[in-house]
């Protein structure tokens, strides 16, 4: 099995901040991979795949970028609806989802 | 707008047995892969299974190969969980989603869309 390697586990930043959050696969996966958001007590919603290509309707201040093995969700200008915990999960093969990184208020 | 709705969770004791449904509309549900996700209290998610719109394609978690069947009935717009020899590790929500960006041969999809989850509860 491919494993998803995400860090940090928890984000601590203020409105208005840029935030980064890392995913990395054990094996290359041909950019087949999607970034989700998931608020507390909700289902996760798809935000990014194909490693770049932002879901309709997901604002644009979210992107996704990298290739092979190593992948980034930027948040440019942390809303206060972003608040979450954001998971990567791979689909090459078998999928598996990155542990999770809770972006919290700083 | 796609709409997943989930049902039959429920508390069960170890070694019981459970179906999950989904219901789906707002879609062509015969034309889409589908998958069930779980998430176990404060813990992450984990994928469980995957459907293809043909039923000839079908997969499962180690996890739960064995124990769990996944069925659809495209007459009735409905995806089905069944699940037997439950352990208390099973205890988690249980999502179904639509897959996206399926490519036969290349990926397995991500998960365009999901429902609002069912909670499974093993225990004694």
């Known amino acids: 099995d491919i494993q998803m390697t995400q860090s940090p586990s928890t984000l601590s930043a203020s409105v208005g901040d840029r935030v980064t959050i890392t995913c990395r696969a054990s094996?290359?996966?041909?950019?087949?991979l999607a970034w989700y958001q998931q608020k507390p007590g909700k289902a996760p919603k798809v935000l990014i795949y194909?490693?770049?290509t932002l879901e309709s309707g997901v604002p644009s201040r979210f992107s996704g970028s990298g290739s092979g093995t190593e992948f980034t969700l930027t948040i440019s200008g942390l809303q206060p609806d972003d608040f979450a915990t954001y998971y990567c999960q791979h689909y090459y093969t078998q999928p598996t989802f990155g542990q999770g990184t809770k972006v919290e208020i700083k | 707008e796609v709409q997943l709705v989930e049902s039959g969770g429920a508390l069960v004791q170890p070694g019981g047995s459970l179906r999950l449904s989904c219901a789906a509309s707002?879609?062509?549900?015969?034309?889409?892969?589908m998958k069930w996700v779980r998430q176990a209290p404060g813990k992450g998610l984990e994928w469980v299974s995957f459907v293809g719109s043909s039923v000839n394609n079908i997969h499962y978690a180690d996890s739960v190969k064995g124990r769990f069947t996944v069925s659809r009935d495209n007459a009735k717009n409905s995806l089905y969980l069944h699940m037997n020899s439950l352990r208390v590790d099973d205890t988690a929500v249980y999502y179904c989603a639509r897959v996206g960006g399926y490519i036969y041969g290349e990926n397995w999809g991500y998960n365009a869309n999901w429902g609002q989850g069912t909670l499974v509860t093993v225990s004694s």
């Open positions: 194909r490693a770049s």
């Open positions: 094996q290359s996966i041909n950019n087949w």
């Open positions: 707002g879609f062509t549900f015969s034309s889409h892969e």
